[in-house]
């Protein structure tokens, strides 16, 4: 019998008299129990922002993602213990692969975005610096810090891993400690997956605590600080979002529930054609994956009614072929429901589609399992022919490895159909005609979270219908709860409060950490070229002198590179043009020379000019005019022990002090 313990402040909690049973889903056996209802809720909270939270916001964002990723290689290493405990909850080793590989490649996403995307400092901003006065003494710009109180995750039993670590990755890496709360049907694999991560040593005190069993009182306390994020049903997602307390706060509640996600087969994917395939097995992957328990499995599919026939063959071919059975087995590739509650559920479900359905394939008093006591059931293929008229197979998810089957006549029905889920997590089209792709896209977008299209050209690589991906928007508008998880940094802010701050541009450089045009510059040290990273400052610039640009310049410039366009040859048609006074120097020539003007040639710690961004050419430069540069140091950030990255505020300006262009310079310079 396992104790699903729960961590608090500090201490592991053993489950009280009042804990709950947990089965195992192969064999129905009580396996373990859970929850205590004298936990101490209040104090999880207060140990979470007086200790977890000051100490997580005394790293950086860097310090962060680089303790996430520690942690992600850690528990790599430990997987074994999280596969061995996940088999009880039905799940075959290729579902393993899902949840709990797939939880630490997501923290791993993370922590190297954390890295990419994220300043090594302390302010995330958010958008470029707006000028709000005439002559740019007055700006603003959008910051994000992390919000101080903690963020309760409240995880379905579906995922425990994946669940967990999806939240909890971006909201350590924005700085927020966290409370998870999993279901109580599969906790003892989140509790193992916390063990582990308190094993590791790897976290600051106070920044991850585990509720086994009820959350008591604890929303009713939250405030403006907090954060709910809740993954599961829509009935108790409902039931928490109403909570007087959450409301009467602001408190943030963001809900990933159960849609009525839909794959379109594409009008042009006839049989035969290798669109027709990849439909087949997306589909047949969605329902059997996890049991069909994924909140973004296909529910519907939605095929041309020409097609009907032969994709209900194909697909009773294909789940015909599925092995349903023991997940301990190696050849095993569907296992079980979570529970004999669950399996009672999908079954009543099943129930309530019958008026509007006939089954297709899939007999739960007669396949492999039919005699087994754990919780087992064949994929089961429903067909409805009047979808039009149907109502309960767009509303009822039946949390498990069923699916129906729908026609359309065309595009706008297919359409149609789609949207009456009333907003899902993911809707999938299958079809190699870009034309289908963005008609289903303008009709149907605002109704889903994420579209997937998939064909001959991009299967190979295809992620799959079902993947929730840390890099994209997961969750959906509706009956999918509304809500946003991952889709890159994105998902941190949503721990981080965006202020609008405004002010001169020396209170914009001292908060932001980013130098701001028209804030402080240090000109007296020695060239910036020839300072390690560490060493060269935000503000420290460097004014070139000035170079005479010369018509023979621009023909040795043109010649040379091949680029005789007639702005710079021809002065004639120069003037002709709008935009030109006569012949112009090349904008590139010009960044040539002001390159030829900042640069310090000998070896030094810069090591290599990596790129160039925001270039704008503002005023044209003719023969006879001269050019200087200045060039400010605007952002530093670390890439890893040997290097890090400098960008570089640079303007050029004419002998007027006109600014004729203007763009940021990336450098790698050595410590
Ligand atoms: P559920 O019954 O709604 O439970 C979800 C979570 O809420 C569990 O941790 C549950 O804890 C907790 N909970 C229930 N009542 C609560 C209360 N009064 N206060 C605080 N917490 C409470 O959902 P489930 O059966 O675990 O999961 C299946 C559903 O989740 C499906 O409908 C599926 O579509 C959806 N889902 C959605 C997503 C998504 O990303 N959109 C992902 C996975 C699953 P106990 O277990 O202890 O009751």
Same mark, same amino acid.
């Given at each position: =019998? ?73 528990? @790599? ?76 995750? /409240? ?23 966290? /409370? ?8 003892? %694999?989140?509790?193992?997956? %916390? ?102 499995? /296909?529910?519907?599919?939605?095929? &041309? ?28 590739? +569907? ?66 490895? %069923? ?55 991009? =299967? ?35 721990? =981080? ?71 710079? +040859?021809?002065?004639?048609?120069? @003037? ?22 900042? %640069?310090? &040639? ?44 400098? @960008? ?24």
């Amino acid at each position: =019998m396992i104790e699903v313990h729960s961590f608090a402040a500090g201490q592991w909690i053993a489950p009280g008299s009042d804990a709950r049973p947990i089965e195992s889903a192969i064999t129905g056996e009580i396996i373990a129990r859970a929850g205590n209802d004298r936990l101490d809720v209040q104090a999880m909270r207060a140990y979470a922002r007086d200790i977890g939270g000051p100490a997580l916001r005394a790293l950086t964002f860097h310090d962060r993602a680089r303790m996430l990723k520690a942690l992600a290689l850690y528990l @790599r290493q430990h997987r074994q213990t999280l596969y061995d405990l996940s088999f009880d909850t039905g799940a075959t080793q290729a579902d393993h692969l899902i949840d709990v590989d797939g939880g630490i490649g997501t923290m791993l996403v993370f922590a190297s975005k954390g890295r990419r995307e994220m300043p090594d400092g302390h302010v995330f901003l958010d958008g470029p610096t707006e000028q709000l006065g005439r002559a740019g003494q007055f700006v603003g710009r959008h910051i994000c810090t992390p919000l101080q109180g903690v963020a309760v995750h /409240i995880n379905a039993f579906n995922f425990p891993v994946w669940g967990m670590l999806e939240k909890v990755a971006p909201c350590l890496l924005g700085g927020v400690p966290a /409370i998870v709360k999993p279901a109580t049907a599969t906790s003892y %694999v989140t509790e193992a997956c %916390v063990r582990l991560i308190q094993q590791s040593g790897l976290l600051p005190e106070g920044t991850l605590q585990l509720i086994s069993g009820g959350t008591g009182d604890l929303l009713d306390h939250l405030d403006c600080q907090d954060v709910v994020t809740f993954t599961g049903s829509a009935k108790t997602a409902l039931k928490l979002r109403k909570n007087g307390n959450l409301m009467a706060n602001s408190v943030r509640f963001t809900a990933e529930q159960d849609s009525l996600n839909a794959s379109v087969l594409g009008p042009d994917a006839t049989p035969g054609t290798p669109e027709f395939d990849v439909f087949v097995r997306e589909v047949t992957r969605e329902m059997t994956a996890k049991a069909g328990q994924k909140c973004t499995a /296909i529910r519907r599919i939605m095929v &041309p009614a020409v097609q009907a026939d032969a994709v209900a063959a194909a697909l009773s071919a294909a789940l015909k072929g599925i092995r349903v059975g023991d997940p301990r087995q190696a050849e095993t590739q +569907m296992g079980a429901l979570v529970s004999a509650a669950q399996k009672a559920d999908v079954l009543q479900q099943i129930d309530r589609f019958s008026a509007e359905t006939e089954t297709v394939f899939g007999d739960p008093g007669d396949f492999a399992m039919a005699d087994s006591k754990g919780a087992f059931l064949p994929p089961i293929l429903l067909h409805c022919g009047d979808p039009d008229a149907a109502q309960v197979v767009h509303d009822v998810e039946a949390f498990g490895p %069923v699916s129906t089957l729908m026609p359309y006549r065309d595009l706008d029905h297919a359409a149609a159909l789609l949207n009456r889920g009333k907003g899902s997590l993911v809707a999938s089209v299958i079809t190699h005609d870009a034309q289908v792709a963005r008609d289903i896209t303008l009709a149907s977008a605002a109704f889903h979270g994420r579209l997937y299209f998939n064909n001959r050209t991009s =299967m190979e690589e295809a992620t799959g219908h079902g993947a929730p991906l840390p890099h994209m928007v997961h969750g959906g508008p509706g009956r999918a709860g509304g809500g946003e998880e991952l889709g890159g940094i994105r998902a941190v802010t949503h721990y =981080m409060q965006r202020t609008a701050v405004q002010g001169s541009p020396d209170i914009l450089t001292a908060i932001t950490g980013q130098w701001v045009p028209g804030s402080a510059e240090t000109s007296d040290k020695p060239h910036p070229f020839t300072r390690p990273f560490g060493d060269v400052a935000i503000g420290d610039t460097l004014h070139s002198p000035s170079r005479q640009v010369t018509l023979d310049d621009i023909e040795t410039f043109a010649h040379f590179t091949g680029d005789t366009f007639y702005a710079h +040859m021809d002065d004639a048609a120069a @003037r002709a043009n709008p935009f030109f006074p006569g012949r112009v120097a090349h904008g590139y020539l010009l960044l040539s020379f002001a390159a030829g003007l900042f %640069v310090q &040639p000998d070896p030094g710690p810069v090591l290599a000019n990596t790129g160039l961004d925001n270039l704008r050419f503002m005023k044209p430069v003719e023969a006879g005019d001269s050019i200087q540069v200045r060039l400010t140091v605007k952002a530093k950030t670390p890439r890893n022990d040997d290097y890090g990255e400098v @960008r570089w505020h640079v303007t050029v300006t004419n002998q007027n002090t006109e600014t004729v262009a203007e763009y940021e310079l990336l450098t790698m310079n050595a410590y």
